[in-house]
Structure formats: structure tokens, C-alpha cells
């Protein structure tokens, strides 16, 4: 799954120039097979950290944003997706020690920054957002 995940990364961010929400949600969208629409990415393409605002990380948001897709897939009540994306933020924060865009970027923010910085910090957000979806869709599972 981290090669999968590191390929995909490298693509999206080196090939398409895709900031880290779209990455994000292609990628998961990607391995665990969902169709996302269009309209869906063109909406992303601000959100990373609030349009480089430094905010909240593209990578929370993205898998914030696939979590509500796959729960409404499934037909997952609401209050169970809510639940999800709150511990998603929880156990992220956990392991990240930060959700927000301006902690987490290796080295800050500075003019001269190379293009995708958090490359790593994606490998790494992305299959930690895997392996936290199995575990929601082994729970969803078991309460159908």
C-alpha cells in the first residue's frame, strides 16, 4: 500500500501539479475504487489550507471530504460519517501533532520554497487516511 500511495503522490503532485486535497482524494478514491466527479476536484483546488492560507492541511480535508463520499456510497447514516471524520481528526492530531497547514509544512513557509514540499508528509497522511478507512469500513460493516 506505501508504494501504491508514494507512486500515486509523486504523480499527482510531479505530473499534474495537483495540490494536496486533490492528491488526497484521487488517491484514496483510487485505491479503494470510488468514482469521484468533477465538480468535486474543481471545488478542491482552493482548499489546500484555504487556498494557501496556511489553514487547516489539504490532507485532512481530503480524506474529510472522501469520508462523506464513501459513508453516502454506503449509505451510512450521517451521524455515523460525522463521528468518523471526528475521529479521523482526533487520531490524525494524534499522530501528526497538528492539523493545520502552517504546523505541519516541513520548514514553514518560505518564498523560496520548492514546489510540493509536503511530498513526504502525503506518503506518510495518505496511508495513515487508508489504513484509518479500513478500520471506519470494517465498523460501518458490523453495525449494517
Not at 462523506?68 to 487520531?91: H, S, T
Amino acid at each position: 500500500m506505501e508504494n501504491f500511495v508514494r507512486k500515486r503522490v509523486e504523480t499527482y503532485f510531479q505530473v499534474n501539479d495537483y495540490n494536496c486535497v486533490r492528491t488526497d482524494l484521487l488517491t484514496l478514491a483510487e485505491y479503494f475504487h470510488v468514482k469521484l466527479h468533477g465538480q468535486l476536484l474543481a471545488a478542491a483546488v482552493g482548499m489546500h489550507g484555504a487556498g494557501g492560507y496556511r489553514a487547516q492541511c489539504g490532507l485532512v480535508e481530503g480524506t474529510l471530504l472522501f469520508l462523506a463520499i464513501l459513508g453516502a456510497e454506503r449509505r451510512v447514516a450521517e451521524e455515523k460519517i460525522i463521528d468518523a471524520c471526528y475521529d479521523f481528526g482526533k487520531q490524525f492530531e494524534k499522530e501528526f501533532s497538528s492539523l493545520q497547514c502552517r504546523e505541519l509544512r516541513p520548514g514553514g513557509f518560505n518564498d523560496d520554497d520548492p514546489p510540493h514540499l509536503c511530498e513526504g508528509l502525503a506518503c506518510r497522511a495518505t496511508a495513515f487516511s487508508i489504513r484509518f478507512i479500513e478500520e471506519v469500513l470494517e465498523l460501518w460493516a458490523k453495525e449494517e
